[in-house]
């Protein structure tokens, strides 16, 4: 027979998973100090014994949110390195893709993404790393012939970063554009550029 108060089984993990979803709720809406264990088990529907089954304080559940989020963008950061030898035509739209795919992830995790991007204290190592992470993918893919040779693959890892987190809460969350547009509005910036080509060979 299970601990009384101690959710067995498939409803331990959803119950973790909930206190998980109500808390980044609760820190995205009234940031990080006002926010109260006994509000969170509020949202829950569950009892703060149970909170405690599972996070040690408001810090721990806190830390973990900023783990998780951090942990999600690396993973992607990291899956959208390009393969060698792909078909040119196919560049673009693997770039686009995996744009995509990231503020996906970003829409349909609001809170977490608030909190990873502005509420963290480690909201700026988060996005050096990161930064980090698509400098590599730069510089193994201008080794592998897909850009330029005296690309800045620094500059271009931080001008992507600082796009992409403007643009998901300007026109992402308040559901001005979707991931797919707001990917290839970026692509066509960093790859096409800005100058009129057809009218500059007339």
């Known amino acids: 027979m299970a601990e009384r108060g101690r959710p067995k089984?498939?409803?331990?993990?959803?119950?973790?998973?909930?206190?998980?979803?109500?808390?980044?709720?609760e820190f995205a809406q009234h940031g990080y100090h006002e926010t109260k264990v006994s509000s969170i088990v509020k949202g829950a529907s569950l009892s703060q014994p149970t909170f405690y089954l599972y996070f040690k304080n408001k810090e721990a559940i806190f830390e973990e949110l900023e783990n998780l989020f951090y942990l999600r963008l690396m993973e992607y950061a990291k899956k959208s390195r390009?393969?060698?030898?792909?078909?040119?035509?196919?560049?673009?739209?693997?770039i686009v893709h995996n744009l995509k795919e990231l503020l996906t992830f970003f829409c349909k995790n609001p809170n977490l993404t608030r909190i990873g991007f502005y509420l963290s204290t480690k909201a700026n190592d988060i996005k050096t790393q990161i930064v980090q992470q698509i400098k590599g993918n730069l510089d193994f893919e201008v080794s592998a012939g897909y850009f330029r040779k005296n690309l800045d693959t620094q500059m271009v890892a931080e001008c992507l970063i600082g796009m992409i987190e403007r643009l998901t809460f300007i026109q992402l969350l308040p559901k001005k554009k979707g991931p797919e547009e707001i990917a290839n509005d970026i692509v066509d910036l960093l790859i096409e550029g800005m100058l009129d080509r057809e009218n500059n060979r007339k």
């Open 82 to 94: 390009l393969q060698p030898q792909l078909e040119s035509p196919t560049v673009k739209a693997r």
């Open 9 to 25: 089984g498939a409803s331990g993990e959803e119950s973790r998973a909930l206190l998980l979803e109500i808390a980044a709720k």
